[in-house]
Structure formats: structure tokens, C-alpha cells
């Protein structure tokens, strides 16, 4: 398999299916597009790859998959042995729901606090959107540990769920966000601080 990513520092859809690839524990390349390049150069560069023009997009063998959530799904048909969704059907149910909702949402928090691996720590001022975005995230983060138990949000073992809210995580440590200030006890981030402390994360992370 070959997996297809944009720069480590930056690219959030690609963390997360690399992430979840890295869980499987099967063999893959890697083809690393360089983002932000000038005159277009990063599109035509992904174009070979990407029927979509964006990154990631996940080869195997004939079939191209892209889309960060549809690799994902595809990995866990590929690889049930993984443990890439919980067994439990409501734990199962949940985890698919907060991905999607990952996948789709938080666009305040997106566009205001975007990922960079790279940058120092820095305290922000946040707008009335993105603290409504943190607040959604840290409740959604306390329900779903206290009704399964934790670790992860889909009970003990970590998944597709954990890997996409990852970037958030980094994104808290970045712009020095206190989930505290958000509503959340304690649980939401030691979640955060679990998530980068992953071995998949750490692998990642030592390539930025």
C-alpha cells in the first residue's frame, strides 16, 4: 500500500488515515506532497495521485481511495483485527458519529487555530465561535469517556475516533488552550494529552 500525504507540520487529513495505517501494523510507502507551494505547484504535484486533486489518498494495488474518512472505513474492512472501531455496537455507533462530526465541524476552530506541528506555544484570543466549538468538543470528549470508560473514546482500545481528533489535540497544545476554561473536569485533557503520547503520534510527529 501507498499512502499519499501533504506536509507533516500542517496536513490534518493526512495525519489521521496515516495514523490509523500505522495501526494496522501493515507495510506501506509513503509519497509526500509539499503543500503551500507557489505558482500551483502542490496541485499538480497531488494530481497524479488524487482523482479529488487533495490529499490523502490511500493505493492498493488497482484501487485508489480518497477522502481521510473513507481510507479510514476502508482500513477497518481491510484490517478487522485491528480494532480500528470498538466491538460494542453503541460504542461502535458513537466513535463512527464524533469522527463524522470531526470530519465535518469545527470550522472556527479550523480556520482560527490552524495545525502547525512546528510553532511554539502561543496563548490566543479565541472567538465566541471557537470557544462554542471547544465547549462542543470537550463535552463530547467527557461523555463519551465516562459512558465507555476511557481510555479512548470508544472504550480501551484506541480507533478511528481518537485518530481524528488528534489534530485537536495538538491544536490545544499549540494556542495553549485549557480545556478547564471550557467546561471540562479533568477527563477532556488528560484525553488531549493521551492522544500525543500515542506511539503512532510520536512517529509522526518525530518526521515534521
Same mark, same amino acid.
Given at each position: 500500500?501507498?499512502?499519499?500525504? !501533504?506536509?507533516?507540520?500542517?496536513?490534518?487529513?493526512?495525519?489521521?488515515?496515516?495514523?490509523?495505517?500505522?495501526?494496522?501494523?501493515? =507495510?506501506?510507502?509513503?509519497?509526500?506532497?509539499?503543500?503551500? /507551494?507557489?505558482?500551483?505547484?502542490?496541485?499538480?504535484?497531488?494530481?497524479?495521485?488524487?482523482?479529488?486533486?487533495?490529499? %490523502? +489518498?490511500?493505493?492498493?494495488?488497482?484501487?485508489?481511495?480518497?477522502?481521510? *474518512?473513507?481510507?479510514?472505513?476502508?482500513?477497518?474492512?481491510? @484490517?478487522?483485527?485491528?480494532?480500528?472501531?470498538?466491538?460494542?455496537? +453503541?460504542?461502535?455507533?458513537? +466513535?463512527?458519529?464524533?469522527?463524522?462530526?470531526?470530519?465535518? !465541524?469545527?470550522?472556527? *476552530?479550523?480556520?482560527?487555530?490552524?495545525?502547525?506541528?512546528?510553532?511554539?506555544?502561543?496563548?490566543?484570543?479565541?472567538?465566541?465561535?471557537?470557544?462554542?466549538?471547544?465547549?462542543?468538543?470537550?463535552?463530547?470528549?467527557?461523555?463519551?469517556? +465516562?459512558?465507555?470508560? !476511557?481510555?479512548? *473514546?470508544?472504550? %480501551?482500545?484506541?480507533?478511528?475516533?481518537?485518530? @481524528?481528533?488528534? =489534530?485537536?489535540?495538538?491544536?490545544?497544545?499549540?494556542? !495553549?488552550?485549557?480545556?478547564?476554561?471550557?467546561?471540562?473536569?479533568? =477527563?477532556?485533557? /488528560?484525553?488531549?494529552?493521551?492522544?500525543?503520547?500515542? =506511539?503512532?503520534?510520536?512517529?509522526?510527529?518525530?518526521?515534521?
Amino acid at each position: 500500500m501507498e499512502l499519499v500525504i !501533504g506536509t507533516k507540520a500542517w496536513s490534518t487529513w493526512s495525519m489521521r488515515p496515516w495514523l490509523v495505517l500505522k495501526k494496522t501494523g501493515a =507495510p506501506f510507502s509513503e509519497t509526500l506532497i509539499k503543500l503551500r /507551494q507557489e505558482n500551483n505547484m502542490s496541485a499538480e504535484a497531488i494530481k497524479p495521485h488524487s482523482a479529488t486533486g487533495l490529499v %490523502p +489518498a490511500l493505493k492498493d494495488g488497482d484501487l485508489t481511495v480518497c477522502d481521510s *474518512l473513507a481510507i479510514c472505513e476502508y482500513l477497518a474492512e481491510r @484490517f478487522p483485527d485491528a480494532g480500528l472501531w470498538p466491538k460494542d455496537a +453503541a460504542a461502535r455507533a458513537l +466513535a463512527r458519529s464524533a469522527a463524522a462530526e470531526m470530519h465535518a !465541524g469545527f470550522s472556527s *476552530l479550523r480556520s482560527e487555530c490552524p495545525m502547525d506541528l512546528t510553532a511554539a506555544i502561543e496563548a490566543v484570543e479565541l472567538s465566541d465561535a471557537t470557544q462554542k466549538d471547544l465547549r462542543r468538543i470537550g463535552g463530547l470528549w467527557n461523555a463519551l469517556l +465516562a459512558r465507555f470508560g !476511557g481510555p479512548y *473514546l470508544g472504550g %480501551p482500545e484506541w480507533g478511528i475516533a481518537d485518530a @481524528f481528533f488528534t =489534530p485537536v489535540a495538538s491544536r490545544l497544545r499549540t494556542y !495553549g488552550v485549557q480545556l478547564s476554561d471550557y467546561g471540562d473536569a479533568g =477527563p477532556g485533557a /488528560q484525553y488531549a494529552e493521551r492522544l500525543l503520547q500515542r =506511539p503512532e503520534f510520536l512517529a509522526w510527529q518525530a518526521d515534521v
